[in-house]
């Protein structure tokens, strides 16, 4: 089927007649009708009723009349759309960021993005990195927050921001009034962690082994809130980086941990085999320049 075609019949409808039609189109009657019933052939269904010199749309024809108007304005509006995209004035950008992270930067970040690209909308979802990574190489995001390290071999990365990992309990758990805690000194402590798709929870149960005992995991879970929640009722203790402590009820409190590695670096990552368009690339330039997250 070609696209003329669809034009050929198009304007059969919208004049209600072939001779019309072809009269308009500078071609010959017999053309029209010899698309008409090739357009018949290939999609097996009659497109007019025929009645003493008029021609009415089947249902077929009037379903038929639909996608190709819709198609036909699709084609008309590429020219127009790829100028867009490529001058960045419009566009859509699906980005993965984990749900342990300050989002007031990122809001405000995108706020100035989007003042100067008012037609460029964002979706972002939340997730543990593990999940991001996997989204992003299998086309669904287009790019992500992440923690480091991951594999450079299938992503670039821009590495923004490091950070401490802090202890946080409730002010009335027994260790609140301590500056500096040891992992040893946990030992015996209920942990409440994010489940197995962030790297968080890898790097904090690893800590633990290499200090000798298995953390006593009692929830996991993939929202801050519920880690929020939870806190609150002194239900447990949870290690979360700095960078979120502004957010914490002040019935909370965070306490310095002594081990070089509770510690973790943040990263903006996209596929490496991917085209990267106008639009991904000036988010990430801007993103770049204005060191994301950690203004």
């Known amino acids: 089927m070609e696209l003329r075609h669809m034009k050929y019949f198009v304007e059969v409808v919208n004049l209600k007649s072939m001779t019309k039609a072809a009269s308009k189109l500078f071609i010959t009657q017999p053309t ?79 706020s100035r993005f989007h003042e100067s690209y008012p037609n460029v909308t964002f979706q972002l979802f939340e997730n543990g990195s593990k999940k991001i990574e996997n989204d992003i190489y299998y086309g669904d995001l287009d790019m992500g927050i992440t923690v480091l390290p991951t594999d450079t071999k ?58 000798g005992f298995n953390p006593n995991v009692i929830f996991e879970t993939t929202q801050w809130s519920f880690i929020g929640e939870m ?23 965070a306490i310095n941990i002594n081990e070089a590695s509770m510690k973790w670096e943040l990263a903006l990552i996209w596929r490496k085999d991917t085209i990267v368009d106008s639009l991904t690339k000036n988010w990430i330039k801007f993103i770049q320049e204005n060191f994301l997250l950690n203004d």
Do not use: W
């Open 231 to 253: 806190l609150l009722n002194n239900m447990g203790i949870c290690v979360l980086p700095e960078g979120i402590l502004e957010l914490l009820d002040s019935d909370l409190t």
């Open 32 to 110: 029209i009708s010899n698309t008409i019933k090739l357009l018949e052939d290939e999609l097996n269904v009659t497109l007019f009723h025929r009645f003493k010199n008029q021609i009415y749309l089947t249902d077929a024809g009037e379903a038929f009349f639909f996608q190709c108007k819709e198609m036909l304005k699709m084609y008309d509006n590429i020219p127009n759309d790829l100028s867009n995209l490529l001058e960045m004035k419009s566009g859509h950008l699906k980005i993965g960021i984990p749900t342990i992270i300050n989002i007031r930067k990122l809001i405000n970040l995108i």
């Open 154 to 211: 299938i992503f670039s990365t821009f590495s923004f921001l490091e950070e401490s990992l802090k202890l946080v309990v409730h002010k009335n758990h027994k260790l609140a009034d301590k500056n500096l805690i040891d992992i040893e000194d946990l030992v015996n402590e209920e942990f409440i962690l994010f489940n197995s798709d962030f790297y968080l929870n890898d790097k904090i149960i690893n800590i633990c082994r290499n200090h």
